[in-house]
C-alpha cells in the first residue's frame, strides 16, 4: 500500500533510499538542512521538496530520517518546531541514523506521549547497499510501528528485522560494528603478512577463502585494499562515531570490548594519516607505513 512519507537526510545513505521510496510508488517529501541536496533529489525522483521539518513531517503518515550522530538527531527530532512536535497522532517515526540506544529510548517516551509509534532502525550495508536497494534494517520499537513501517522499509532492504523494544536496533547495530571490526583488523593483518612474506596475495586469498577464514570483508575488499584504493564504502571518521556509541554502552552494561578499543585506536592513526575519509578497510595502511626493504 502505498504511504505518505517524509525523509529527512539526504546524504550518501539517504539520497538513494528516499530514491527507491519513490520509485515504489510512495509518495515522498525530502527535507535535507541543505536545500540544493533536496532540489537535486527531486530533479531525479518523483516527489517534493519540503522547506522545513514540520512542512515535512506534518502531512506524513511515515517519516524517516538519516543523520549524523545523536545530536543531529536530537535537533531534527526532539527541538522546537523538529518532527515529533509536528507529526499527527497515529503516524510513525523511523530513524535510520546509527545512534545511541538511550536516544532511542527518549524519542520513544516522547513519541508514545503524542500518540507517534517510534522505530530506532539502524542500517548495514553501506552505500551500495543503499543504492542497489539491499539493506540490512535492525529494529527496536513497539510490534505494532514496526508493522506499520516493514513493509515501506522494504522498499530499500532485503533483510529487516525488529528486535526487540526501543533501542534494541541501536544495540544490535552496536553489535554489527564490534564483529566488524575485528574482521577488518584481522583481514588487514593477514594481507599484509602475506605481502611482507613473498606470497600471491591473489592466491592466497583463492585459498584460505574456500574455508574457515572467509567472510564478506574478504570477498569484497582484499583486492583493493592490496592495491591502496580506499573509496570504497563506509568511512572512517564515521565508523569511529559508532565505535564510540558501542564503547560507551559496554561501560554502561559491563561489557569487555578491548579488542574494539584498539582497532579504533588504530582509525586514529588512520585519521592522523589523512584517512577521515577513507573507507574501514584503510586499517591495512597503517600496517604499509613501513614498507619491507
Known amino acids: 500500500m502505498a504511504e505518505r512519507v517524509a525523509f529527512v537526510g539526504l546524504g550518501v545513505m539517504g539520497f538513494p533510499m528516499a530514491g527507491w521510496l519513490a520509485s515504489a510508488g510512495h509518495s ?6 541543505t536545500r540544493a541536496k533536496a532540489e537535486s533529489w527531486a530533479e531525479r525522483h518523483e516527489g517534493s521538496v519540503a522547506g522545513s521539518l514540520a512542512e ?30 509536528a507529526m ?33 532502525a539502524p542500517v548495514s550495508g553501506g552505500q551500495a547497499g543503499a543504492e542497489q536497494g539491499r539493506l540490512t534494517v ?39 560494528q564490534i564483529a566488524i571490526a575485528g574482521v577488518v583488523q584481522g583481514l588487514a593483518e593477514a594481507l599484509n ?15 584460505i577463502s574456500k574455508g574457515a577464514a572467509q567472510s564478506w570483508q574478504m570477498e569484497n575488499r582484499w583486492r583493493t585494499m592490496v592495491d591502496g584504493e580506499f573509496e570504497f564504502g563506509f568511512a572512517v571518521e564515521w565508523m569511529r562515531k559508532d565505535l564510540r556509541i558501542c564503547l560507551e554502552e559496554a561501560r554502561g552494561n559491563g561489557a569487555e570490548l578491548p579488542a574494539a578499543a ?10 592522523g594519516m589523512g584517512g577521515s575519509r577513507w573507507d574501514t578497510s584503510s586499517l591495512i595502511a597503517r600496517l604499509n607505513r613501513h614498507a619491507k626493504s
Open 28 to 33: 515522498v517529501t525530502v527535507f535535507n538542512r
Open 138 to 176: 535492525m529494529a527496536g520499537g513497539e510490534q505494532d510501528a514496526f508493522d506499520r513501517a516493514e513493509p515501506v522499509i522494504g522498499a530499500y532492504s532485503h533483510n529487516v528485522r525488529r528486535l526487540g523494544p526501543a533501542g534494541s536496533g541501536q544495540l544490535t547495530k552496536m553489535v554489527n
Open 193 to 207: 603478512f602475506a605481502v611482507r612474506s613473498g606470497l600471491d596475495p591473489a592466491a592466497v586469498i583463492e585459498t
Open 262 to 271: 584498539l582497532v579504533d585506536q588504530f582509525y586514529a592513526d588512520v585519521e
Open 88 to 120: 499527527r497522532s497515529g503516524s510513525v517515526f523511523v530513524d535510520h541514523t546509527t545512534a545511541s540506544a538511550d536516544l532511542a529510548r527518549e524519542i520513544a517516551d516522547a513519541g508514545r506521549a503524542r500518540g507517534i509509534g517510534c522505530v530506532d
Open 56 to 85: 515535512a513531517a506534518a502531512s506524513a503518515d511515515i517519516v524517516f530520517t538519516c543523520v549524523g550522530d545523536d545530536p543531529d538527531v536530537r535537533e531534527v527530532v526532539l527541538g522546537t518546531g523538529a518532527i515529533l512536535e
